[in-house]
């Protein structure tokens, strides 16, 4: 039997969409990959856009402890009680005592979002053309900043104590209770940590990041130096007015140490030694030291 012709050859049937099969009316072509948008340029810094930024800072960070810290000294010096006879703690429980791990993870996860503002702050400065380093928090002088921050916590941490001694048997500052934690493995290491993330908030936004911008928006050192001590103060009035006064000078004088420097880290090393000894020192001296308020 002859074979068929080329011309006779039947075609394979060919389904629409198939490959190599015609494309049938009004099928789509597969869609082209969207263009990337073009990245948008940064806008220059204005006074405006500067004041707007340091409030935004502001608010998300310490200005919501010191409108609290006003409203508990408002509720302490309206009390029954003077202010020697209540008690303030900085650093408590937050769960029951037979609930250690439960405690452990909401300390943990408060230090961690605390710390959130500060790197709001680092991301800000390296958006232009500054960073990190402008305001001297890094680590290119180790040795000088650990020196000079504990030259200085020896000094503030001494001459807060007398402070808060005197205004306490004054009457004019609550019992400060600086660790009300439960007693836990962890329990050492979390007021470490604590202190360490005081430290580095406090410093690098209230003096580092606010003396920063206030000197771009044409503060007078003087007078940037008295409000961002004045905002220090004011979230530390929850102690009681002799620690008010007690943290305006102790800001002043970490002004006048950043201004002469030009670096925040030995500030931020300071403050967490003073507040190592204060929150560790009270587990072991509060109840054992009769000089100690609280004792």
Known sequence: MAEPTSDERAEPHATPGSPGSPASPGASEPAAPRPRAPLPAAAALTPR???????????????????????????????????????????????????????????????????????????????????????????????????????????????????????????????????????????LPVLVLQAVKNGVLEEVIVVGYLMLRLDQLGWPPVRAAVAGSLLRATYHLYQGVGMFFGNLVMGLVFCWFYRRHGRVMPLVVAHSLIDIVAFVGSVYLIGRVDWLPGA
């Open 49 to 187: 856009l500067l004041r707007g930024e340091v409030a935004m800072v502001l608010l998300l960070s310490l200005a919501a402890a010191a409108v609290s810290a006003v409203i508990s000294f408002v509720g302490s010096i309206t009390a029954p009680e003077s202010l020697a006879e209540q008690t303030a703690s900085l650093v408590g429980s937050r769960a029951e005592a037979e609930r250690p791990w439960l405690d452990l993870a909401r300390q943990l996860a408060a230090v961690l979002f605390a710390l959130a503002p500060v790197a709001l702050v680092v991301h800000l400065l390296h958006r232009g053309t500054e960073s990190a380093a402008t305001i001297g928090f890094d680590l290119r002088r180790p040795g000088r900043d650990l020196l000079g921050g504990a030259v200085l916590a020896a000094l503030i941490g001494c001459g807060g104590l007398v402070v808060y001694l005197v205004s306490w048997r004054l009457g004019l500052t609550v019992t400060v209770a600086p660790s009300a934690l439960n007693e836990h493995w962890w329990t």
